[in-house]
């Protein structure tokens, strides 16, 4: 039986959001899960690829997809992301969001009241595991 894949949403604009969305990916890959991580599989536009190369590779990474991981943390979300979780939702794939920076109820403002309303959002990595794995 062919693994459940995972798609790894979030900002990849600076090196520490990148790590941050490696390590939501090496958590998903311990469970058992294949991946997709954007920066990894589908390169950044600063190494010289292409926006349309980009983009094509990160529509592919929804292939066969099951499951979307969305990083929530900032001030509100990046519009790459919203627009991956919005995407995941009309192709009928479940979120996750992970926001460990803050409290939801403490970024209402700063999160879509439609995302908040459809979209299972944990506060740490140990309560990502457990949904991850009840997913399984």
């Not at 998903?28 to 980009?54: M, S, V």
């Amino acid at each position: 039986m062919k693994a459940k894949k995972i798609y790894v949403a979030g900002p990849l604009c600076t090196e520490e959001e990148r790590k941050f969305m490696e390590k939501i990916d090496s958590l998903c890959i311990e469970l058992g899960f294949e991946t997709f991580l954007p920066h990894r599989d589908a390169g950044l536009w600063k190494e010289g690829k292409k926006f349309e190369d980009i983009a094509k590779e990160d529509l592919k990474g929804f292939e066969d997809c099951d499951l979307i991981v969305a990083n929530l943390n900032g001030f509100g979300i990046g519009a790459g992301t919203a627009w991956e979780m919005g995407y995941a939702h009309a192709k009928g794939i479940p979120v996750i969001g992970l926001k460990t920076d803050r409290a939801v109820k403490e970024s209402i403002e700063e999160i879509s009241a439609i995302i908040l309303g459809v979209t299972q959002i944990v506060e740490s990595f140990e309560a990502l595991k457990k949904e991850i794995s009840s997913f399984k």
